[in-house]
């Protein structure tokens, strides 16, 4: 099953800027975790967030997790190019067995 | 630290030909493996995960197997390939932590079937 879906699914912006992603999900949750994926590589953990907190901080991540509206964001502060990769939501589904990642978005920064 | 080994990297297999990905661990005992699947531009789809040795839990119906032969290895296998089965094949383990669990990935094998 689909848990979390990505949106934008593409996304291009200038070196410097900031990039926004969303990830909805649907059932309750234990933790969101969002990752990083370079073209053709395996996936890379980036942060989590527990279901009992609001924003999260790691260099220049920032993650936020509304559980009312089943949403979290992952912003980019001042992006460089080799930000350019996929980016993935993941949960839990409540269980501690197994993550459910969504479709993903695809950042492209422009040098 | 855990770490995953998988091979081989890159597969070209005929339609109706066996298959076998093989997955190691490394760092850890006793670990939840976890087989996903990615089609090409596309998110995971979660295939199988094992608890232990000898327990697979299948998430979605299709053309695949998996197996839990030792405690640090996890081999996907098919009998007879399909078109379909092509794509970019990631196993995972889990890392816990205080603040929860985290998946760790190999690099993957990417599969083509012709």
């Known amino acids: 099953s689909q848990q979390g879906e990505e949106d934008p699914q593409a996304l291009s912006i200038q070196e410097g800027e900031n990039a926004t992603m969303n990830c909805s999900y649907k059932?309750?949750?234990?933790?969101l975790q969002w990752y990083r994926q370079n073209s053709g590589r395996g996936l890379v953990h980036l942060i989590l967030i527990r279901s009992n907190e609001r924003e999260k901080h790691s260099g220049r991540l920032r993650v936020t997790l509304d559980t009312s509206k089943k949403s979290s964001s992952l912003l980019i502060t001042a992006s460089r190019a080799a930000d350019t990769a996929s980016y993935f939501c993941?949960?839990?589904?409540?269980?501690?067995?197994?993550?459910?990642f969504g479709s993903g978005t695809r950042l492209l920064v422009r040098p | 630290s855990q770490t995953i080994h998988q091979w081989p990297a890159t597969l070209v297999q005929p339609v109706g030909s066996p298959l076998s990905l093989e997955c190691t661990v490394e760092?850890?005992?006793?670990?939840?493996l976890y087989w996903y699947r990615q089609a090409a531009g596309r998110g995971l789809q979660l295939l199988f995960y094992s608890v232990g040795i000898g327990q697979i839990s299948s998430e979605v119906p299709q053309n695949l197997s998996a197996s839990r032969p030792q405690d640090r290895q996890f081999i996907l296998s098919s009998k007879k390939l399909l078109l379909s089965d092509s794509g970019f094949y990631l196993c995972a383990g889990i890392r816990g932590s205080s603040s929860g669990n985290t998946i760790y990935f190999g690099e993957g094998s990417w599969l083509t079937v012709v």
């Open positions: 059932t309750s949750i234990n933790n």
């Open positions: 993941a949960t839990d589904e409540g269980s501690s067995y197994k993550l459910i």
């Open positions: 760092g850890t005992s006793n670990p939840n």
